[in-house]
């Protein structure tokens, strides 16, 4: 089992290598059969390591020992139970889906093989991210899957556009990460170590440990979550480090999917659930991130129903539904967010993949404005298509349903500061999802179609290569909900991957009011729950809105916007964040940096330091060659002078 566990991050390690170097000698279809075997490979063995850690068997193996400073070592490990051998699985499955999707996506554009590199070392980062047993891989992960990130945002890097936004994503990571590294070493500080193990046993004990600083007197154990949550705000895109992940779109439609799904967003909610045995011991740090959540789930969803962009309706989805996740790790429902970080990785993957499809069709127009009528001529991908927004919608029996009531549910069960406002802010959310879900769905595939007569009838459903993913992706988005919902909100599904102290243990409150049901009948049981309560009529209602606004009554809409014109402005205007962070941040970066330019780099430096140490030499060297002037005389009269001047000195004294 250890060579399995260390083959599977080191086959799509390779992948990305023979690509990556030899890809002009291997051709295109080398390339991506090489990346496909690969990330297949690392699937089928990450679906065997699942299973024997269903069947009770956990490992914490060291592979090899990186660097020994000060007595303390920095290893490369692995730990696998069953939070890590969960997302193995997701990252590798969606993965698998997002490269045989990229081959009919991809296949015009002449960095077909750099790309799937790109994807299969995007893979192999997330891999090592999840897999770690130590904080020093863990940043190896979260740094890798940032810089590779940069590179796939970037990969059409003839557009400015995309220079500029993987910049973005670049800079507000390097924010988040900023903190994510001073919350390890402020562990490492606390501590003496880096290794899960050591410091997850010692915390209980250090949990009153305080420090002295400007702002009064913390807990260490705060301090340190807080920093921690700081690097996940970077990646999972909570506000206010959010402004990058709508921008990424500037990417390929394959990669966009991969960000969103499985990898990199997700970074970090898996990084807090590893350390519910730190975020337990802090009810300040879990208000922060409950409240944070809630924030980001409502007010990105209400941004995603003014944007035409159908990638990026379903990037502020995105957005929103990380916020719910967020929400459920502030509650203490760890295990919930997990299971909607599951259930997410599905049917996102699903609708991005979706409107690749649609977007292959509508020969690369992404503005729903020119779209309509797409449901004859793209049965399939409509379809799934649908399947994926009734998920993200939270209909049942469909997956999201399942994972966002049980995190409606934990968070009306929480009894810590802000729990009220998170409440309000996801019921309120889950109209505003179905609304945006639906308005996609109806501006796309219904009414009648906007775009010019030549791409009308040129369009058609998507090859196979494309089809058979939405297909797979579909089949999960549907299923997912009725297989984990027991094991996960009833059941001990994550063991002791994740900790709980008893009095935050929501989802035991949960599970209380399923007792006595067991299998089909529990789901079931959940699905009547769910009807009778606001958030599945809150869903219909949004649906049945979205289908007068954009189907019966199209002019409506537009009247709203008039209506609501200051709202609707700021909504189009993103809150002002953008602008905000480009005054303030961006150009006051270039004023400080003109100012430091002119005054201290030209002036101090330059002028005052270097330039002036050269001309003073220069100065009292013209004097002295005056002195110097090879003449006996003007010697001798000097010496005369000195002489006198010494004799001075003497009388005087």
């Known amino acids: 089992m250890k060579n399995i566990y260390l083959a599977i991050p080191l086959v799509c390690l390779a992948a990305s290598i023979i690509c990556g170097l030899f890809g002009k000698a291997i051709g295109r279809r080398g390339a991506h059969s090489i990346t496909i075997a690969g990330v297949t490979l690392a699937c089928a063995l990450s679906l065997v390591v699942y299973a024997d850690v269903r069947s009770g068997n956990l490992a914490n193996h060291t592979v090899y020992t990186w660097a020994l400073s000060g007595g303390i070592p920095f290893q490369i490990g692995f730990l696998i139970d069953q939070l890590s051998a969960t ?33 299969s070392l995007f893979t192999f980062s997330m891999l090592m991210l ?28 003839e557009r400015d556009s995309a220079i500029f936004a993987n910049m973005k994503a670049f800079l507000v990571n390097r924010i988040g990460d900023f903190g994510f590294l001073l919350g390890i070493a402020a562990i490492l500080y606390v501590f003496g170590s880096v290794d899960y193990a050591t410091v997850f046993a010692s915390a209980p004990f250090i949990q009153e440990a305080t420090v002295i600083s400007a702002f009064g007197e913390w807990q260490w154990m705060t301090v340190i979550c807080l920093l921690l949550f700081v690097g996940a705000m970077g990646k999972s895109a909570q506000v206010p480090l959010h402004v990058w992940l709508p921008d990424s779109m500037e990417g390929p439609t394959p990669i966009s999917a991969l960000i969103h799904a499985a990898t990199m967003v997700t970074a970090g909610i898996f990084m807090v659930a590893r350390m519910s045995p730190l975020f337990e011991f802090s009810e300040t740090a879990l208000s922060v991130v409950l409240v944070i959540g809630a924030t980001t789930a409502i007010f990105m969803a209400l941004i995603g129903l003014v944007q035409n962009d159908i990638k990026r309706v379903i990037a502020y989805s995105t957005l929103s539904q990380l916020g719910y996740m967020t929400v459920a790790l502030g509650a203490s429902a760890y295990e919930i967010a997990m299971f909607h970080l599951g259930t997410h990785a599905f049917f996102k993957a699903l609708l991005f993949l979706a409107a690749g499809s649609v977007i292959i069709a509508m ?54 500061w802000g729990a009220q406002y998170a409440h309000i802010a996801v019921l309120l959310t889950v109209f505003v999802t179905a609304f945006y879900s639906f308005r996609l769905l109806f501006m796309t595939f219904h009414g009648r179609n906007r775009s010019s007569a030549s791409v009308i009838r ?28 027991g094991p996960v909100v009833v059941g001990d599904y994550f063991g002791d991957s994740i900790f709980i102290l008893r009095h935050h243990d929501v989802a035991q409150e949960i599970a209380e009011g399923f007792s006595g049901n067991t299998g089909f009948a529990l789901a079931l049981a959940a699905i009547w729950h769910g009807v009778l309560a606001w958030p599945f009529w809150l869903a219909a209602s949004g649906i049945l809105a979205a289908w007068y606004c954009y189907c019966k009554n199209t002019a409506l809409p537009a009247k709203i916007a008039r209506a609501s014109a200051p709202f609707y402005r700021l909504l189009v205007n993103k809150y002002g964040f953008d602008e905000f962070y480009q005054a303030v941040f961006a150009k006051g970066a270039v004023v400080v940096g003109k100012l430091l330019s002119q005054h201290v780099d030209a002036g101090l430096i330059d002028g005052a330091l270097v330039n002036g140490t050269a001309n003073t030499i220069s100065g009292f060297s013209a004097i002295l060659r005056h002195i110097q002037t090879g003449y006996t005389y003007h010697y001798a009269f000097a010496m005369i002078l000195g002489l006198f001047g010494l004799i001075t000195v003497f009388v005087w004294l």
């Open 458 to 485: 040129q369009a058609h459903e998507s090859p196979n290569v494309v089809i058979l993913p939405l297909v797979a992706l579909a089949i999960p988005s549907v299923f997912a909900g009725f297989m984990f919902f």
């Open 363 to 416: 020969r690369h127009e992404q503005d729903m404005r020119k779209m309509g009528g797409l449901r004859a001529i793209m049965p399939i991908t409509y379809i799934t298509c649908a399947v994926g927004a009734l998920a993200l919608a939270g209909i049942p029996p469909f997956a999201g349903f399942f994972s966002k009531d049980a995190i409606i549910e934990a968070v009306h069960h929480s009894d810590i």
């Open 87 to 119: 997302m193995m699985v997701i990252v590798t499955f969606v993965s698998l889906m997002v490269h045989i999707y990229t081959i009919g996506y991809m296949a015009e554009d002449p960095g077909y093989q750099r790309f799937f590199c790109y994807i």
């Open 130 to 157: 999840v897999m770690s047993n130590n904080f020093l891989q863990l940043f190896f992960g979260w740094e890798a899957v940032g810089l590779v990130s940069y590179l796939l945002i970037g990969f059409w890097f």
